[in-house]
């Protein structure tokens, strides 16, 4: 692995662990995919990490935990949206 992986494995878990971040918007902060993200978060900072890695770890567990419910939060948010628009064009 290149250094400059390195380097992006342990801002991306630095950044994720400081604000709680999701691998959505941590690939949104930092303008890459999420599969970089991901990849570099569970695979690559294993080697460049260790330490930062079982940090990193237990966000993302903890994220995938509450997935189902910032979904069905996105979905409440985009009916009451919908339903407001469709109000004031009566």
């Known amino acids: 692995m290149d250094n400059w992986e390195n380097e992006r494995c342990v801002q991306l878990a630095e950044?994720?662990?400081?604000?709680?971040?999701?691998?959505?918007?941590?690939?949104?902060?930092?303008?890459?995919?999420?599969?970089?993200?991901?990849?570099?978060?569970?695979?690559?900072?294993?080697?460049?990490?260790?330490?930062?890695y079982k940090q990193a770890k237990q966000i993302l567990e903890e994220n995938k935990r509450e997935r189902h419910i910032r979904g069905g939060l996105a979905t409440k948010h985009k009916y009451e949206t919908r339903q407001k628009l469709l109000t004031q064009r009566k």
Not at 24 to 37: C, L, N, P, Q, W
Request: net charge positive; charged share 25%.
């Open 15 to 52: 950044h994720m662990i400081k604000t709680k971040a999701t691998v959505r918007s941590t690939a949104a902060a930092f303008g890459i995919s999420k599969s970089t993200v991901h990849k570099d978060l569970t695979e690559r900072l294993k080697t460049a990490s260790p330490q930062l």
